[in-house]
């Protein structure tokens, strides 16, 4: 009956949402306009107001910093190097705010995030500004040391959502603010910068849920800027093995021709954004085309960055073609500021389901990572049939153990049991020699088997989730059974974003599919994790038919799989009509005025 369900919703869902676009999306555009006229006459006065910055030290904070001071706010301003962070505070003083609150600290330390909330709710908190951020820049395959980049995630994920579980509590006292410094690069596959592009979509998952979450409690400004002056496009970040250098000319290969926007008129276009209580702000405004490509021409974006940002192995990352446009053009002279010079100066898709052979997997061997229940169970069985050697990894041996033994059973060759844990680096080793659970978990696996999977001419399988892009509450931190939180909502659009760089690096040396599920049959959809009337009225899809369809779509060489595909309707919704969304979602899963919690 399940499966009868899928198959209508396939062929009705997008026709539904087809009319439901043209009917709906003119009237509220319509009411967005009108909306946006009301704020900008009844902006909030923030003269008085305490506003909490992180990475107020230097580039877009500061300049926050000077923004908030000259409308006469109260600033308690947060980094870690000293010298600066007093250099900005006397600054702020002398431009307009009546006290200034220094504050030095670490925001990928638990500790220091709840110091320095502590140290500012004195006086109350009005604003919060989630700024904080460091970058890495590396070709994902040549990063020598992993785990050396964990300060990455640490820094730009974690420092803020540890500042704000802790602010929470003193903003729904003020009816405060939240400003959150995502970036562009959260939906842009930009090439030597997965890691960071993964953290900032892990940012921007998060607070989507929480703006869900909070509804009209604390509301939410998630700034997305395309490329501001700061000490990233200064040419300071991460290199490969995780120390921190200046190296303008990798800056220039990254930025290449495009424009650099000022942090000065940055900071005030947020500002004046999060007065009038928007939801969303790109700076500069035009950046926001690039989202609107992703979504409708995802493939075009990841040829071009591959075409311009990355050249032949072996040669220096200065030889890029975006390196050279910069240089023959004298781009630089004009697009950067003064600041920033160096100090030395749809129908595809269709036919290749079509016409394109699939993969032959006789003899071939996969590993596959979760491997004893849910979707990797279902997988193994469904790579056996083709006759592929399996490699399962899991913790659960002895269910492990039964998988292998049906997986032989159905065909495969060879099924070898190994247990491990994939958020540890030391069992993630082990898994590839011999043969953070969601995103760590897939980054650690995959930097090791790059090597080995170049020489086969592999594919790489990345099971992410629809929830990568709903913000459903309740799922923003995700409990595994009783033993410790991880990621769940915000891991797996780090992780969609993570391999989409990554599709872009590896060109057709690996490929690459990424799977969205929506509710597939699992433990997380039974009781043990996922009540009953979570899920009440969604249909549930088999685990089967799922890794049927994952395989299938794998040996295409598909670059995405919605699974079931009427899932999709959901992502078109949450594009055109996120505000909707959200509303639906809070009333339905958060506030629920017809029932008792």
Excluded at 171 to 192: D, E, F, H, Y
Excluded at 395 to 406: F, I, Q, S, T, W
Excluded at 532 to 547: F, L, N, Q, W, Y
Aim: glycine letters at 6%; aromatic letters at 12%.
């Amino acid at each position: 009956m399940v499966e009868l369900i899928h198959k209508l919703l396939n062929l009705s869902a997008p026709t539904f949402t087809f009319f439901s676009l043209l009917c709906f999306y003119p009237p509220f555009m319509f009411f967005k306009f009108f909306q946006s006229i009301f704020n900008s006459i009844f902006s909030e006065n923030i003269s008085g107001k305490v506003v909490l910055i992180t990475g107020a030290s230097s580039g877009i904070g500061e300049h926050l910093a000077y923004e908030y001071a000259s409308k006469g706010a109260c600033l308690a301003l947060v980094a870690r190097r000293q010298n600066q962070l007093r250099e900005v505070v006397e600054q702020a003083r002398e431009i307009g705010s009546p006290d200034v609150l220094m504050i030095v600290a670490d925001v990928s330390k638990v500790e220091d995030c709840k110091r320095l909330v502590d140290d500012t709710i004195d006086h109350f908190v009005d604003h919060l500004v989630n700024n904080a951020g460091i970058n890495s820049v590396s070709l994902f395959d040549e990063i020598t040391n992993i785990t050396s980049l964990r300060n990455v995630m640490d820094t730009n994920f974690w420092g803020s959502a540890y500042t704000t579980h802790f602010a929470i509590p003193h903003l729904k006292q003020s009816k405060g603010k939240i400003v959150v410094l995502s970036s562009s690069a959260s939906w842009l596959p930009i090439p030597r910068m997965s890691l960071y592009n993964a953290s900032k979509a892990a940012l921007f998952a998060l607070f989507e849920t929480l703006r869900v979450e909070l509804g009209q409690d604390i509301k939410i400004t998630l700034v997305t800027p395309g490329f501001i002056e700061s000490e990233l496009t200064q040419g300071k970040f991460l290199d490969k093995e995780g120390k921190m250098i200046f190296d303008p000319d990798l800056r220039d290969v990254q930025v290449s021709a495009i424009p650099v926007g000022t942090c000065q008129g940055c900071a005030k276009g947020i500002v004046k954004s999060a007065l009038k209580g928007q939801r969303y702000l790109t700076e500069p405004s035009w950046f926001k085309v690039t989202y609107i490509w992703k979504v409708f021409c995802p493939e075009i974006l990841e040829w071009g960055y591959r075409l311009f940002y990355l050249n032949k192995p072996g040669t220096e990352a200065s030889e890029t073609p975006s390196k050279k446009i910069l240089d023959v053009s004298g781009a630089k002279n004009f697009l950067y500021p003064d600041t920033l010079q160096a100090p030395q100066e749809l129908f595809k898709s269709f036919f290749i389901k079509i016409f394109i052979p699939t993969q032959n997997l006789a003899g071939k061997v996969v590993l596959i990572t979760g491997a004893s229940s849910g979707i990797g169970e279902n997988l193994a069985y469904e790579y056996a049939r083709r006759g592929a050697n399996l490699a399962l990894a899991a913790r659960r041996e002895n269910r492990l153990k039964r998988v292998a033994d049906e997986a032989i059973r159905l065909g495969s060759p060879d099924a070898i049991v190994i247990r491990a844990d994939v958020k540890e680096i030391e069992d993630c080793k082990a898994l590839v020699e011999d043969t953070d659970i969601n995103f760590w978990g897939s980054v650690y696996c995959t930097q090791f088997a790059i090597p080995h999977l170049r020489k086969t001419k592999g594919k790489i399988v990345v099971n992410s989730s629809s929830a990568s892009w709903f913000s459903t509450p309740r799922m923003s931190i995700y409990n595994i059974i009783h033993t410790r939180s991880v990621i769940f909502q915000a891991s797996k659009a780090a992780q969609l974003s993570f391999f989409e760089t990554l599709k872009a690096e590896f060109g057709s040396d690996i490929g690459v599919t990424i799977v969205t599920p929506g509710l597939i049959e699992s433990e997380m959809t039974g009781d043990q994790f996922w009540s009953k009337s979570r899920i009440k009225g969604v249909p549930v899809e088999s685990g089967e038919r799922c890794a049927k369809a994952i395989v299938e779509s794998a040996c295409r060489g598909d670059m995405y799989l919605i699974e079931p595909s009427w899932c999709r309707v959901g992502y078109w919704f949450k594009f055109f009509f996120p505000q909707l969304v959200e509303k639906c979602f809070h009333l339905t899963l958060i506030h629920r005025p017809w029932k008792r919690e």
